[in-house]
T-cell receptor, first 112, second 115 residues
Framework: GNSVTQMEGPVTLSEEAFLTINCTYT??????LFWYVQYPGEGLQLLLK?????DKGSNKGFEATYRKETTSFHLEKGSVQVSDSAVYFC???????????FGQGTRLTINP | DSGVTQTPKHLITATGQRVTLRCSPR?????VYWYQQSLDQGLQFLIQ???????AKGNILERFSAQQFPDLHSELNLSSLELGDSALYFC??????????????FGPGTRLTVL
């Protein structure tokens, strides 16, 4: 079945560091890909999405490019802030369906 | 604030008991989804309702059931509870259900603890 694999956490960085969180997927067809963020005590918020190959999703300085050839959707940010501390989930939505399949989540902590 | 509300926020109960979790979707959203987040299984899709009808089913146990009412709110019923049912249960809503993806808006979750 479809699945998403994220790099294991937790990840700890200093403020202004470069961030990469790896995400790879297995899917039949052409899924849509997403990054969700979960701040402490809150529900999930959509951070960015890409619905077809080579699309780049971006929001709040975060970016991810849908790479069909490597089945990847890595999340990047050039300069992280303390407020970016959260759990990040990579997810896919199967073609023709709406349920989300999530990766295991990566906890990110940014130190001042 | 996503506009999706869930009650209660926390629930503590004993094994063998039955509980009901409630979700009110964003105004105008017809689809409701339930997800379970646990330490060992991660975030898993349970079930989806669209305008009162079941639309998709995931890894939902037979002890669990859900429904969506005419006012579009949804309830997730968990019965014969086991220790392993302790988890965070999220509800999400979206406007449409069809071939194209519609952004899902998540509620803050209900934390269930089974003792």
């Amino acid at each position: 079945g479809n699945s998403v694999t994220q790099m294991e956490g937790p990840v700890t960085l200093s403020e202004e560091a470069f961030l990469t969180i790896n995400c790879t997927y297995t899917a039949t067809g052409y899924p849509s890909l997403f990054w969700y963020v979960q701040y402490p005590g809150e529900g999930l918020q959509l951070l960015l999405k890409a619905t077809k190959a080579d699309d780049k999703g971006s929001n709040k300085g975060f970016e991810a490019t849908y790479r069909k050839e490597t089945t990847s959707f890595h999340l990047e940010k050039g300069s992280v802030q303390v407020s970016d501390s959260a759990v990040y989930f990579c997810a896919l939505s199967e073609s023709g369906a709406q349920k989300l399949v999530f990766g295991q989540g990566t906890r990110l902590t940014i130190n001042p | 604030d996503s506009g999706v509300t869930q009650t209660p926020k926390h629930l503590i109960t004993a094994t063998g008991q039955r509980v009901t979790l409630r979700c009110s979707p964003r105004s105008g959203d017809l689809s409701v989804y339930w997800y379970q987040q646990s330490l060992d299984q991660g975030l898993q899709f349970l079930i989806q309702y669209y305008n009162g009808e079941e639309r998709a089913k995931g890894n939902i146990l037979e002890r669990f059931s859900a429904q969506q009412f005419p006012d579009l709110h949804s309830e997730l019923n968990l019965s014969s509870l086991e220790l392993g049912d302790s988890a965070l249960y999220f509800c999400a809503s979206s406007h449409l259900s069809g071939r194209s993806y519609n952004e899902q808006f998540f509620g803050p979750g209900t934390r269930l603890t089974v003792l």
